[in-house]
């Protein structure tokens, strides 16, 4: 069976840090480019960050540039997002999609498999 699960959400106070994981089981990410998404209620989903194939490129949005940083480590079937200096707007489910990418970029559109996400509560 193909999946993607997240990982490593959680509830954190502003300023705090996290690492979300997005592994692969049942195919190999090598040959795909990853994305890490958002979508807070009542809110289009929003494309976080992602990452190409060989982790050469990645792209993050303008609200969370500076803060949060995305990797990916293929030995381990696993790509990575740090969230530091965490905000209460950054409260929302967070899904992870993998992209069999034949470019050299990532891009947020055209995913072929996603996680079931996991939940990012930034609160005091």
């Known amino acids: 069976q193909l999946q993607l699960v997240e990982s490593g959400g959680g509830l954190v106070q502003p300023g705090g840090s996290l690492r979300l994981s997005c592994a692969a089981s049942?195919?190999?990410?090598?040959?795909?480019?990853i994305g890490w998404f958002r979508q807070a209620p009542g809110k289009e989903r929003e494309g976080v960050s992602c990452i190409s194939r060989s982790g050469g490129s990645t792209n993050y949005a303008d609200s969370v540039k500076g803060r949060f940083t995305i990797s990916r480590d293929n030995a381990k079937n696993t790509v990575y997002l740090q969230m530091n200096t965490l905000k209460p707007e950054d409260t929302t489910i967070y899904y992870c999609?993998?992209?069999?990418?034949?470019?050299?970029?990532?891009?947020?559109?055209?995913?072929?498999?996603w996680g079931k996400g996991t939940l990012v509560t930034v609160s005091s």
């Open positions: 999609a993998a992209d069999r990418a034949v470019s050299s970029r990532c891009y947020y559109h055209g995913m072929d498999y």
């Open positions: 049942g195919f190999t990410l090598d040959y795909y480019a």
